[in-house]
């Protein structure tokens, strides 16, 4: 069975601060894709970024970047320079196969105080 | 590109009716989408998985009689909440699957409030 852990429940940092996302994954397929989205107190969820489990290449988008270790089993999410608009909650994902459900993490409330 | 709209983003309703929320990609096709809801501080739960042209998939625990999933065209799918009751008052989420990309990008969801 698949699963998603996000241990970190709430983080707060002062803006400008770098601010580290944990999310930890379990799956027995060989294939499978992993996401981040952001859901802003709008609600809306805002997709961020997928990374399939042969592609372990970091990526790094502005301030964003992502570390897919596949030997840890984890896909941390990190934010450089922390704006008070990244104030969020973050929802790791896991989707296996390609063409089966999403699996949500619990999901990290980050606020971000000038 | 990649949008997913949710109409309507807010209804409040009375004990008993129904409520119909529609879910359509705008500049993609989408062969499957899919229905969450989320509770106040929570993740979202998957409810059912909605095929064009073909009966939707109920997750274990909801009831498909109470939450009737229409998918008629590749871009809109429909969630209507039958004989609503104060239970039912959450926050409903769409999302529709770029098959290509394989990702599901979601609407802005819609707060349903039963009085």
């Known amino acids: 069975a698949q699963k998603v852990t996000q241990a970190q429940t709430e983080i707060s940092v002062v803006e400008k601060e770098d601010v580290t996302l944990d999310c930890v994954y379990e799956?027995?397929?060989?294939?499978?894709?992993l996401f981040w989205y952001k859901q802003p107190p709008s609600g809306e969820l805002v997709f961020l970024i997928r990374?399939?489990?042969?592609?372990?290449q970091n990526e790094i988008s502005g301030r964003y970047s992502w570390n897919f270790q596949k030997s840890t089993s984890s896909f941390n999410f990190t934010i450089t320079a922390s704006q008070v608009v990244d104030s969020a909650v973050y929802f790791c994902?896991?989707?296996?196969?390609?063409?089966?459900?999403?699996?949500f993490g619990k999901g990290t409330m980050l606020l971000v105080s000038p | 590109g990649a949008v997913v709209s949710q109409h309507p983003s807010w209804v409040i309703c009375k004990s008993g009716t129904s409520v119909k929320i529609e879910c359509r990609s705008l500049?993609?096709?989408?062969?499957?989408m899919f229905w969450y809801r989320q509770f106040p501080k929570q993740s979202l739960m998957l409810m059912a998985t909605?095929?064009?042209?073909?009966?939707?998939?109920?997750e274990q625990g909801v009831e498909k009689d109470k939450f009737l999933i229409n998918h008629a065209s590749l871009t809109l799918s429909t969630l209507t909440v039958t004989s609503a009751h104060p239970e039912d008052s959450s926050f409903y989420i769409c999302?529709?699957?770029?098959?290509?990309?394989?990702?599901?990008?979601f609407g802005p969801g819609t707060r349903l409030l039963v009085l």
């Open positions: 500049d993609f096709q989408a062969t499957t």
């Open positions: 994902a896991l989707s296996e196969g390609g063409y089966s459900t999403l699996t």
């Open positions: 999302s529709a699957r770029d098959s290509p990309q394989e990702t599901q990008y």
């Open positions: 909605s095929n064009e042209g073909s009966k939707a998939t109920y």
């Open positions: 990374r399939n489990s042969f592609d372990e």
């Open positions: 799956t027995r397929d060989t294939t499978y894709y």
